[in-house]
Nanobody
Framework: QVQLVESGGGLVQAGGSLRLSCAAS????????MGWYRQAPGKQRDLVAS???????NYADSVKGRFTIFRDNAKNTMYLQMNSLKPEDTAVYYC?????????????WGQGTQVTVSS
């Protein structure tokens, strides 16, 4: 079992920045991949960015060049640096961890943190 706790959300004006954190209860070096998702009211939950255990990253087109995902293995924490925020970035942001043990894939989610960008 992996517990994930997000923090860092809040209210910011358009053009501003926020950094989200996702603290894991276990060594993230044992986690195959981690990612950030977001869900706006009335919409589905979509991938924002992901990072593998080797450090490979992937971004949604809508955030490329503005958001950066990175991880600090020593702190068992993953981050999402969000710059040049837009009102359409407003959503609840969730942290996800995926762990593969043999033939079984385990997926864990945090409770979410609200990000609101005002115009």
């Amino acid at each position: 079992q992996v517990q994930l706790v997000e923090s860092g959300g809040g209210l910011v004006q358009a053009g501003g920045s926020l950094r989200l954190s996702c603290a894991a209860s276990k060594l993230i070096t044992n986690i195959n991949s981690m990612g950030w998702y977001r869900q706006a009211p009335g919409k589905q939950r979509d991938l924002v960015a992901s990072i593998s255990s080797s450090g490979s990253t992937n971004y949604a087109d809508s955030v490329k060049g503005r958001f950066t995902i990175f991880r600090d293995n020593a702190k068992n924490t993953m981050y999402l640096q969000m710059n040049s925020l837009k009102p359409e970035d407003t959503a609840v942001y969730y942290c996800r961890a995926r762990r593969v043990l043999g033939a079984t894939t385990y997926e864990y989610w945090g409770q979410g943190t609200q990000v609101t960008v005002s115009s």
